[in-house]
């Protein structure tokens, strides 16, 4: 968009994300509205962002044992759970809730699971999701290591068009289950990742469904994307809001 003084004819610079769509007019100039570049912004556009499983963004650090994760929500559940509606919280779990152990989760991280029990039906299934923002077109690369009990998928989705259940995957993986069972949580499996072209700006989702074959059921996920922008946020609402 671009404004000019009507008689001169003078292109002023362009511009985005302003305070209000109108122009008054003044004699016969018209005037430019204030650009708004902090409006409902609460943390800066970065490019590169760390989805981790208890991690707290504020601090670069993981989250203490029993502490929810405000991140990481739980979506859905087959296993007997209350109903996630329309989510419910994550807690960070002691890699030793049961024996054998879980892995010694990489910092700053840790294992995750449903905040009030995890010692659930067999066969049944966990959705965890962590939303995130793309504030500009960009190209994102990135790499995840996961390690679940017992077995399961990952996939990063988006944009989200509500109510669509038909949301792009730019990318996925699977953890299949294993011989024996528990090297699926003694040993992460890494993935890397890249979109290869250009994804459009809004809402995206890393999400891990869990299916669980005993007792225990978690997932510990390191998660790193880098964008070839400074576009990538936390929360909605960034300076660099889609427009």
């Known amino acids: 968009m671009f404004c000019t003084y009507l008689n001169s004819f003078k292109i002023l610079a362009p511009f985005i994300l302003i305070s209000t769509m109108s122009l008054k007019l003044t004699g016969q100039e018209i005037i430019k509205p204030t650009i708004d570049r902090t409006a409902n912004c609460?943390?800066?556009c970065k490019d590169s962002i760390i989805l981790n499983s208890g991690y707290n963004p504020t601090t670069?650090?993981?989250i203490a044992i029993g502490v929810i994760d405000p991140?990481?929500?739980i979506k859905a559940n087959t296993c007997g759970l209350p109903s996630c509606t329309p989510s419910c919280s994550s807690v960070a779990i002691d890699k030793s809730v049961k024996t054998p152990s879980y892995l010694?989760?990489?910092l700053p991280s840790t294992w995750i699971s449903y905040a009030t029990s995890y010692n659930l039906n067999l066969g049944c299934s966990i959705t965890f999701e962590r939303e995130f923002y793309v504030n500009q077109n960009?190209?994102?690369s990135g790499k995840i290591s996961v390690a679940f009990d017992n077995s399961g998928f990952w996939e990063l989705v988006g944009p989200i068009v509500v109510p669509s259940t038909s949301n792009p995957i730019?990318?996925?993986g699977s953890?299949?289950?294993t011989t024996p069972a528990d090297l699926n949580f003694k040993n992460y499996k890494t993935f890397t990742f890249s979109s290869k072209k250009s994804i459009s700006c809004g809402k995206y989702i890393l999400r891990v469904k869990l299916v669980n074959t005993e007792g225990y059921t978690a997932m510990t996920t390191l998660c790193t994307i880098k964008a070839s922008n400074s576009s990538l946020s936390n929360s909605n609402g960034c300076c660099l809001r889609c427009n």
Do not use: C, D, L, R
């Open 138 to 140: 960009t190209i994102i």
């Open 71 to 73: 991140f990481w929500k």
């Open 170 to 172: 730019v990318a996925s």
């Open 175 to 177: 953890y299949p289950v």
């Open 60 to 62: 670069n650090t993981a």
């Open 42 to 44: 609460n943390e800066p």
């Open 104 to 106: 010694n989760p990489i």
